[in-house]
């Protein structure tokens, strides 16, 4: 057994006990508990990131998880489940190219140099396009 707290002090208190398997069943329970309210709020943002589905679509398949949440995110990871990857992955790549990763100017400094060290440019062409870079209009 163990023993969780000691109430009352250090003369005459109660002590609780708690044994070992319940501590690990309720961390269990509680593990459980945080994963389906994941699946629950991944399942809701799917409903909303849906082009496919029209305005009442979408109301309903709220309405059905919010109201019968077990058998409505069931339901819709049975019906829909296949595509939430999909739809993920088409809303990263959208939000990728409106927010594309740019190079830094050392990093592209760097590429230039590497570039010049090799001889894949010539002098003149370095110095101008490094000039570009340092100026803050492109490379």
């Known amino acids: 057994m163990v023993v969780i707290g000691v109430y009352g002090g250090f003369s005459g208190g109660i002590q609780m006990s708690y044994p070992l398997l319940d501590v690990f069943l309720t961390m269990t329970w509680f593990f459980l508990w945080v994963l389906w309210i994941y699946l629950l709020i991944r399942v809701i943002a799917d409903i909303f990131r849906s082009r496919d589905l029209g305005g009442w679509g979408k109301a309903g398949w709220l309405g059905f998880v919010i109201i019968l949440p077990f058998l409505g995110v069931f339901g819709y990871l049975i019906a829909r489940g296949g595509d939430m990857a999909d739809r993920e992955g088409r809303q990263a790549q959208?939000?990728?190219?409106?927010?594309?990763q740019q190079d830094?100017?050392?990093?592209?400094?760097?590429?230039?140099?590497?570039?010049?060290?090799?001889?894949?440019?010539?002098?003149?062409?370095?110095?101008?396009?490094?000039?570009?870079?340092?100026?803050?209009?492109?490379?």
Request: glycine share 10%; hydrophobic share 30%.
């Open 104 to 139: 830094s100017r050392a990093d592209t400094l760097a590429k230039l140099a590497d570039l010049h060290d090799r001889g894949a440019i010539s002098d003149a062409d370095y110095q101008r396009s490094k000039d570009k870079v340092l100026s803050g209009t492109g490379a």
């Open 94 to 100: 959208e939000y990728s190219s409106l927010h594309g």
